[in-house]
């Protein structure tokens, strides 16, 4: 039987979901710390929801390698550290091969005597904490992505140092596009949401950028590029390019988005607009995936400074018996929505206010009154 919120010996559960970013750690950590101050205990659920259900209460080495206990010694130094100490996995248990499992969650975690659960993740791990907190349980919710597409939120753990790693790797790769004076086509993670490259290009200056939200007409962008290069004294032009953006007049590649790199049949988009660029023309391309890159290694400042703070927000809610909420960054303050906020819309690129799709590029020139990130 679950316990009252207030004034009790807490339990809570913390798990992470979906892809590992930086920011995850302190994250962790500073929901563990907040909650000794209170006098709870904390257990770390890992390896996401597909974890929870690998769980047997009965069984200690189950219990062992299913869950961990956190407190001061265990997250001591981890918020140096990238990824997330619990591991992850892309599991939604409402649709499993053995169907619909919510129960066998409710039950589980009832086993374990958790009274709030604490998620991070991106939107298929919130739809998830959105759905329990229906069913009457005690959750908060904390949005991390590095592509920062959930609706509610104007900031996901994750984000910065994503950006940061990008426009690092993309001024790297200058030397060796210059070096063989060809048009650089470099592809970022970014599957529904156009903003990580479309900040990553603005940054780092680069010459064009395909986000997602629009389709990229060849007949357009070529003879950018071609200009581009042209215009560079040292010969070469830099292309940035959304994992989820598409050629004009191809069909929605939503299905295939949707999979993992290996599942998919195509060729993916970086390659298609390279394939394009060296049949239309007499130049030579280099094609490069960051993917992975972009949420290796340790958190930037930004994302520990959010990460500590989100974390701590949680505990907050939980002492206050506000759960059933998503803790959210908004206008530059910090705050939190209701916890099915994020299934009312999505969130992408503001395309008509920072974008321009007829040049390929951000169009940042109005920056008065605008919030920081530029949302």
């Not at 598409?246 to 195509?266: F, H, M, P, V």
């Not at 960051?290 to 959010?306: I, K, N, T």
Request: proline share 3%; aromatic share 6%.
């Amino acid at each position: 039987m679950r316990r009252s919120i207030r004034g009790e010996i807490m339990r809570l559960a913390v798990l992470t979901g979906g892809g590992d970013v930086p920011g995850l750690n302190p994250c962790i950590q500073s929901i563990t710390l907040s909650a000794y101050e209170q006098g709870w205990d904390v257990i770390g659920l890992r390896r996401g929801w597909e974890g929870v259900l690998e769980v047997d209460p009965t069984d200690p080495w189950s219990l062992e390698n299913c869950a961990m206990v956190l407190d001061k010694d265990s997250v001591r130094g981890i918020d140096r550290q990238g990824g997330t100490i619990l591991h992850s996995s892309r599991c939604d248990p409402r649709n499993t091969p053995e169907g619909d499992q919510t129960q066998k969650v409710l039950d589980i975690l009832d086993a374990l005597k958790v009274d709030a659960v604490i998620t991070m993740g991106g939107d298929g791990t919130l739809r998830f904490s959105a759905h329990l907190a229906s069913l009457g349980r005690n959750v908060i919710s904390i949005p991390k992505t590095m592509d920062n597409d959930v609706y509610g939120t104007d900031y996901c753990i994750g984000f910065s140092t994503a950006v940061t790693r990008s426009v690092a790797a993309i001024n790297a790769l200058r030397t060796t596009a210059a070096s063989h004076e060809r048009i650089a086509v470099i592809e970022l993670f970014g599957r529904r949401s156009g903003e990580t490259a479309l900040l990553s290009g603005f940054l780092s200056r680069s010459d064009r950028t395909v986000i997602a939200e629009v389709p990229a007409d060849m007949d357009a962008l070529l003879p950018l590029l071609l200009r581009d290069k042209k215009s560079n004294p040292e010969g070469y032009a830099i292309c940035i390019v959304s994992e989820g953006a598409k050629l004009a007049g191809i069909g929605s590649a939503e299905d295939e988005i949707s999979k993992s790199n290996t599942e998919r049949d195509g060729l993916n988009i970086g390659m298609q607009i390279a394939r394009e660029i060296e049949t239309r023309s007499d130049e030579r391309t280099i094609v490069q995936e960051l993917a992975y890159l972009m949420r290796a290694g340790e958190p930037d400042a930004m994302d520990r400074m959010v990460g500590f703070a989100f974390g701590a927000l949680a505990v907050q809610l939980i002492k206050q018996g506000r759960t059933s909420n998503m803790v959210c960054l908004t206008d530059g303050n910090y705050d939190s929505v209701p916890i099915d906020t994020l299934l009312k819309s999505s969130k992408g690129v503001n395309v008509s206010g920072l974008y321009d799709a007829n040049q390929y590029r951000a169009n940042l020139m109005q920056v008065e009154n605008m919030p920081m990130f530029l949302y």
